[in-house]
């Protein structure tokens, strides 16, 4: 049933539809006991005090327990094959993440297993990985193609993750976003701007066509693909209605966080080595900053400047960055300490980050990352009264109930 009464709950939320930024980060609304009323799946009342029971609505009683927006996890790799366990072992013997890369393993290792793995393995796999982020509060999540390089198989990763948004009775929303330009693809070796004229003749037309990716993304990295052919692939993309965003500025200070404001794209994410021009440039711009903690520790890489960021305007998305590679987690109880205790941010941004700022950064902030009137009825119910147990539960999940579409799911 997706109508749903929820009552006597501490809600907090911020609100609006559209990115919040800088110190707006930390104006979040608070009733301290209301209710919250989903009818077919979305919000139709949220208010403060009573509200009785009506007819054909199940009831929840939130006394004691804080409500908050479903999180919106705005930044992952979660449809591919095989595993990465022997790099993790590599880099923690000093090993680096792009030496491991340039040997053939790294994207390239993924590529592999992903092009050898069925359409139901990849789904299995996946649906298993949004089973354990949706215990953790997770409602919508974004997936990147990027395993396949090839035609074949990055339909393939984009078409599991339309079985499964087409499912009735989903756990999440998958946000899909199309990552050809993950790496060079081995087929175009030593030739980078052929493969971007592929990409820009093939696949994003083929795609879109297909309404399979609502969004396009390049890994804009020294070794990997320069700004220059970034700028010609997400040009071409934006021509064609796709939202654009960028892996930015991820392991040296290469000019990412600039190109993302010029292009006005949705998000540039990482930027661990973002400059402070870079920084404004993207404040100014309304480009959402998406910061992935969680590969800062698995890489034991200096943490993204999140104080800084949202102290110069901008605003902060938060994502697990989940992938087999550099960070094989979808933690959300140790993403929001890490964010907490190392980026900064207080608990009040962190929530923004983590909800409608994560929406915004998917175009979709007009539909779930707050509890409003008229979004989907998308939230989580944390085991405590206050939100304060989000970093202090450190790796622990604190969350009880998580509602998708006004359906209570565990
Ligand atoms: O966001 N840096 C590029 N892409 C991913 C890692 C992908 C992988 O190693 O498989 C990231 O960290
Ligand atoms: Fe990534």
Redesign the pocket.
């Given at each position: 049933m997706s109508n749903l009464l929820i009552i006597n709950a501490h809600i907090v939320t911020p609100t609006g539809n559209s990115a919040r930024c800088g110190d707006k980060m930390r104006e979040l609304l608070d009733l301290p006991c209301g209710y919250i009323e989903i009818t077919d799946g979305i919000i139709t009342a949220v208010g403060e005090g009573d509200m009785s029971p009506k007819e054909g609505y199940q009831v929840l009683d939130a006394k004691g327990k804080c409500v908050l927006p479903g999180f919106i996890d705005s930044?992952t790799?979660l449809v591919f094959g095989g595993y990465r366990p022997d790099e993790f072992v590599w880099r923690m013997n000093g090993d680096s993440?792009m030496s491991i890369m340039e040997r053939g393993g790294?994207?390239y290792n993924?590529v592999r297993s992903t092009r050898e793995a069925s359409f139901d393995e990849l789904k299995e796999k996946a649906e298993w990985f949004i089973d354990v982020m949706s215990r953790m509060g997770v409602t919508t999540v974004e997936g990147k193609s990027g395993y396949g390089l090839d035609c074949f198989t990055e339909l393939k990763q984009l078409e599991v993750m339309r079985a499964i948004n087409s499912d009735p009775n989903r756990k999440v929303d998958i946000a899909t976003t199309y990552l050809g330009a993950?790496a060079v693809a081995p087929e175009y070796a030593g030739e980078p701007d052929l493969y971007i004229d592929f990409m820009i003749d093939k696949m994003l037309p083929l795609i879109h066509e297909r309404g399979l990716a609502e969004n396009c993304d390049v890994?804009c990295?020294k070794g990997v693909f320069t700004v220059e052919q970034s700028r010609r692939l997400l040009e071409a993309a934006q021509a064609m209605g796709y939202g654009i965003k960028l892996?930015a500025d991820?392991i040296v200070s290469f000019g990412g966080a600039e190109l993302a404001a010029e292009l006005k794209a949705l998000s540039a994410?990482?930027l661990l080595h973002a400059s402070d021009d870079g920084v404004s440039a993207m404040a100014e711009n309304g480009v959402v900053a998406t910061l992935?903690p969680l590969?800062a520790f698995t890489l034991r890489e200096p943490y993204a400047r999140g104080r800084y960021m949202i102290d110069s305007g901008c605003a902060v998305a938060l994502a697990t960055?989940l992938?087999?590679?550099?960070?094989c987690s979808g933690s959300i109880p140790l993403l929001f300490a890490l964010a907490c205790l190392y980026m900064h941010l207080s608990v009040e941004e962190a929530i923004t980050a983590l909800t409608l700022n994560g929406a915004a950064a998917l175009g979709k902030a007009d539909k779930t990352g707050s509890i409003e009137v008229g979004k989907q009825g998308d939230v989580v119910m944390l085991d405590c009264e206050t939100p304060n147990v989000l970093p202090y539960y450190t790796g622990m999940n604190s969350v009880l109930h998580t509602i998708k579409s006004g359906r209570l799911l565990f």
């Open positions: 930044h790799h993440y790294g994207i993924t993950h890994f990295e892996h991820e994410d990482h992935l590969t960055d992938n087999p590679g550099s960070c």
